[in-house]
């Protein structure tokens, strides 16, 4: 199926809380939406899955308008972010639930729930009652009476987001193999810029109401259109700088001049901002090219792999991501070196006008 | 919200919609027609226009009847409401033996009908045979309920208390299991009273529940009709006659359809405007628009 | 302020306990230094929560002592301790303002209102929340209604302690970077005692000075950040903490180092680790090694003249994700899957093969630690 939304709309009242959204998806796609609460990731789920209605715009499904169609009659299903299952069936019975609907034979019922309970790793579970499990094990059932119906669209709406940090790293990983090579198309909201990038496939960038981006993930990662759109798709927070463009160097607010690269060469003068993700602001000096800015510590967070150091800069708060453990006085200043071949550089409307160069990705079968 | 369209949704509701069809816009429409004009028998009909409705307002009878019913009504909630609630903080939490057994006799009274109800109460209040009654005498007191309109007047909201602060207990329990431990919690650990525990936090997170309890108070009390009805027959003289009952006699008794039509019209229309004013109101106080 | 001392604590929700298996909190001793931010960090059902209402005085132990600055506290409630605490839901008085909410917990000590007035500024001024004391604190954002269950608990001269019970479930990613920023900077400014509760190990560890983590109602390792990631005293801590966790290979004991499928991985110098007391025959050895510190390199260049490079184990890569700063390699180690977390910018090899650094690599006998 091909999942095609057309300037939809959604209005509540004198709130617009989805504003002309156009989205092709196609079969089998993996698709992130990455937004921040309230950004209208749900508003947009329910719409696709015919729970609410546009008040503009149309979906067409394989070039079908199914624009006012209720859910109950589009081949949709839906994980929520909290832990959805009938509480007085069992496992079973809840993964069984949909095909009965449907009106499939016993021993066809039989071998989907437990072909689809053992890729989720709860086929030991079938007789427990959701009450007696965790909350990553209720969450799996969920997924799994979603997963059986086989519906072509299948939507998740944040589904590891009550579960703890360690449960969500493997059932990330777990979703991320098991909506491989389906003919589905998968949606997954999530406020997290490293989910979307663990995630992979596409992803779609949603910021109060409207869709920034679309595109292969790494793709938007890589060239945010906006500067909205990075600093949604940072995590640490993207820094900000000021600075002016001129035809030979960029000239950040404190005076410190930045020569430029390949990629920000021959872009029209005048005011703009540099963004520059945390990881490519650093104590140690990466290349000959690099320029340091003074900064003063403001706390140094050392996570044990990493430190981050969250300094101010000319009034500005900055964050570097270094590897390893560095600690700092709170109050000292120390210089922070800036790539100029990984600076991203917007207009001052917070358009892309320069994204660095990325390096080529080879994701499988590299052997 | 904008919900999807599905045709078939009609037929779900088409039942429901032929039944309040029936039982209340088909009587309401007669009555609208009854109250307009003068009616003497099968096609003979005569229209009068407002004349009814002018009687009725200019009918004293009428005004007093109002006026009690706006009192009973105000004194079942001021009862009622502060008991239901002070009952509820009462009540045992979590489960148990004792929270179940508290909540089935709190929904005990709730499950007598309303004519069993007046007559229990008929029995109860005598002062010759009655538990309730003839221990007031034995105490000293000179209580007769059919002779002296006070005693009918407490008696008969004695009576709705028992009959009804349970509803209101009950919605407020509801409304206080919703709360989250670590209110309580947060609460103890501020220091704060019992008094600050139960205004700052208990109470706010129980308005939702408390709206509900005080319009169905509110407009069950005011409709009241076969409690006093039984117990008191209105009496004495017209002490407890309460707007429905007065139509009643109005209408069944005195045969004025006429009248009783429009007056029926003028008690569904107030009822329609305090309901609406409080929900207005009370839905607004403790949130901030109000002030 | 004061030191925090737990003696011989343990819980259990059961009248009459039995076997371990009925302690949600085994028997335990700690002393926290006054000021410190701490974290107890494990996942859901560890007893990081029974720990942290022991401290505040919600849960009364089964056995054990629990002291304040030497005083013993064990039966005193929670609003006799001197401690505030920060719940994972924001908990604000809805119908008051920022003011009131805040001034709340000295009103209901009787303090003075110009001494309050003074305190309530100046935490306010602290939290960024100045603008907001007039506004209804129903009204405000989730990060906003944190702060100010925070600033509850700050505008107390008397208090302690500060404990978190993962406060920052309902905030979005971007401002949990600004409320941890703010709170360290409070920690700084005020050296009090905080106590973090939390599953997510980012949070524990860019919060706390010392973290302890809990499995199965005992504190299997505390320490800074960096100890933890360096030394994981236990492959759980191995396994728990660093995103992907530690690649945890059984592994056979040989002359030199150890045996992975018959692969050899060395291993720094040392006594034997099988000579030690704790060695029998059926004991269970595994080797652990975190992706950040494994090198991936070329088999052959590494190699020169044809044959295997010295400390290089050939690998088969089987995916490799792209996560922005970084790229996790997943590689296939004899029937084990290892993986290797790679620097933005730098190439997987078409021939690779991974290095073990003997520092970097750890021995575990029966998922403890061997050294």
Request: net charge neutral.
């Amino acid at each position: 199926m091909t999942l095609r939304l057309e300037d939809v709309s959604k209005r509540v009242g004198a709130a617009l809380h989805l504003d002309g959204i156009s989205l092709a998806l196609e079969p089998g796609s993996f698709n992130v939406l990455l937004g921040r609460t309230l950004a209208g990731k749900t508003s947009l789920l329910r719409l696709m899955a015919g729970l609410d209605k546009p008040t503009g715009g149309r979906i067409l499904e394989d070039g079908r308008d199914v624009t006012g169609v209720p859910a109950g009659r589009r081949d949709v299903a839906m994980v929520y972010q909290q832990f959805i299952n009938y509480p007085s069936f069992t496992v079973y019975e809840n993964i069984a639930s949909p095909l009965r609907r449907q009106g499939l034979g016993r021993d066809e019922i039989d071998r989907r729930v437990r072909g689809t309970a053992a890729m989720l790793h709860i086929e030991g579970l079938l007789d427990r009652l959701p009450g007696q499990l965790s909350g990553g094990q209720q969450q799996r059932t969920a997924i799994a009476r979603a997963l059986v119906k086989g519906a072509r669209l299948l939507l998740l709406d944040e589904p590891l987001v009550n579960l703890d940090y360690k449960l969500r790293e493997e059932l990330r990983a777990e979703l991320r193999q098991l909506f491989r090579d389906t003919g589905t198309i998968v949606v997954y909201a999530t406020t997290e810029p490293a989910e979307a990038l663990i995630m992979g496939g596409n992803t779609a960038v949603l910021h109060e109401g409207r869709l920034i981006q679309h595109g292969p993930t790494a793709e938007v990662y890589g060239q945010p259109v906006t500067a909205d759109c990075a600093a949604i798709f940072s995590d640490p927070p993207m820094n900000f700088l000021d600075a002016i463009l001129s035809d030979d160097r960029l000239m950040l607010g404190d005076g410190t001049a930045l020569p430029l690269a390949a990629h920000d060469r021959g872009l029209p003068p005048g005011p703009c901002r540099v963004g520059i993700r945390a990881n490519h602001l650093s104590v140690v000096r990466p290349n000959d090219m690099a320029v340091a800015i003074r900064a003063r510590v403001e706390l140094a967070e050392i996570s044990g792999s990493e430190t981050f150091i969250h300094v101010g800069h000319a009034g500005v708060p900055l964050v570097a991501q270094e590897h390893g453990v560095h600690p700092h006085q709170i109050g000292e200043t120390i210089a922070l070196y800036v790539d100029p071949t990984r600076i991203f550089v917007f207009a001052p409307d917070g358009t892309l006008q320069a994204a660095p160069a990325r390096v080529p990705q080879r994701r499988r079968g590299v052997a | 919200m904008d919900k999807p369209w599905n045709n078939r949704a009609w037929l779900l509701v088409l039942p429901v919609v032929a039944i309040v069809a029936f039982s209340a816009i088909l009587p309401l429409m007669t009555v609208v027609n009854y109250s307009v004009q003068d009616i003497f028998g099968p096609g003979q009909a005569y229209w009068v226009g407002t004349e009814w409705y002018r009687k009725v307002l200019e009918d004293e009878r009428l005004r007093d009847a109002l006026l009690r019913q706006m009192l009973y009504s105000l004194a079942v909630l001021a009862i009622e409401i502060p008991l239901g609630v002070a009952i509820a903080l009462c009540m045992p939490s979590g489960k148990g033996w004792r929270t179940s057994l508290t909540l089935v006799l709190l929904a005990l009274p709730l499950l007598i009908p309303w004519n069993v109800v007046g007559t229990i109460w008929q029995i109860f209040a005598r002062g010759d045979i009655g538990l309730g009654g003839a221990a007031l005498q034995r105490l000293g007191l000179d209580y007769n309920y059919t002779g002296d309109p006070l005693d009918a007047w407490l008696t008969v909201l004695a009576m709705d208390v028992w009959h009804w602060t349970s509803l209101v207990a009950l919605l407020a329990y509801a409304g206080l299991q919703a709360i989250p431990p670590a209110f309580y919690q947060a609460a103890k650990i501020d220091g704060a009273s019992r008094w600050s525990v139960f205004r700052y936090i208990q109470l706010p997170k129980m308005r939702g529940v408390l709206i509900i309890a005080v319009l169905l108070r509110f407009m069950d009390s005011f409709m009241i009709y076969t409690e006093p009805f039984v117990l008191t027959g209105g009496g004495p003289g017209n002490a407890t006659t309460f707007l429905s009952q007065f139509l009643t006699r109005m209408a069944v008794g005195q045969f004025d359809l006429g009248v009783a039509a429009a007056f029926s019209i003028i008690y569904f229309l107030i009822v329609l405007l305090f309901s609406y004013v409080f929900y207005t109101f009370i839905t607004k106080v403790g949130t901030g628009d109000a002030r | 302020m004061a030191t925090i001392e737990l003696r011989d604590i343990a819980h259990s929700y059961r009248p009459d306990p039995r076997g371990p298996s009925d302690y949600a909190l085994r028997r335990l001793s700690r002393s926290w230094e006054d000021g410190t931010a701490c974290a107890l960090l494990g996942p859901s059902g560890c007893g990081k929560t029974t720990l942290l209402n022991i401290i505040s005085g919600l849960i009364t132990p089964s056995e054990g002592r629990i002291l304040f600055g030497g005083r013993d506290v064990t039966g005193l409630s929670p609003e006799r301790r001197n401690i505030a605490q920060v719940f994972q839901f924001p908990v604000i008085y809805d119908t008051m303002t920022v003011y009131d909410n805040l001034a709340f917990p000295l009103r209901n000590r009787g303090m003075a209102r110009p001494d309050l007035d003074r305190r309530v500024r100046r935490v306010a001024e602290l939290l960024d929340l100045t603008g907001d004391l007039k506004r209804r604190a129903q009204r405000l954002t989730p990060d906003a209604k944190q702060k100010i269950s925070l600033g509850r608990g700050l505008v107390r001269e008397d208090v302690a302690a500060i404990l978190f019970d993962e406060p920052l479930t309902v905030i979005d990613p971007h401002m949990k970077w600004q409320l941890r920023r703010k709170l360290r900077e409070i920690h700084k400014e005020v050296r009090l005692s905080l106590i973090y509760v939390t599953h997510d190990q980012v949070e524990a560890l860019t919060f706390a000075d010392q973290v302890a983590v809990m499995v199965d109602g005992a504190i299997v390792q505390v320490g800074t950040p960096q100890e933890l990631f360096e030394e994981p005293a236990h492959t759980f801590v191995g396994y728990f903490i660093g995103s992907p966790g530690m690649n945890l290979l059984p592994c056979e004991l040989a002359e030199g180092g150890a045996r992975v499928d018959g692969i050899p991985i060395p291993l720094p110098a040392g006594p034997r680790p099988d000579a030690g007391p704790h060695a029998g025959p059926g004991a269970r050895y595994e080797i652990g090694i975190r992706p950040e510190f494994l090198e991936i390199d070329h088999l052959g260049r590494a190699a020169g003249n044809g044959g295997a490079a010295p400390g290089l184990v050939p690998v088969d890569v089987t995916d490799v994700a792209f996560l922005g700063t970084h790229r996790i390699v997943t590689a296939r180690l004899g029937r084990h899957t290892v993986k290797v977390k790679l620097d933005e910018g730098r190439p997987v090899p078409g021939d690779p093969g991974l290095r073990f650094p003997p520092g970097r690599t750890k021995l575990y006998r029966d998922g403890v630690l061997v050294n």
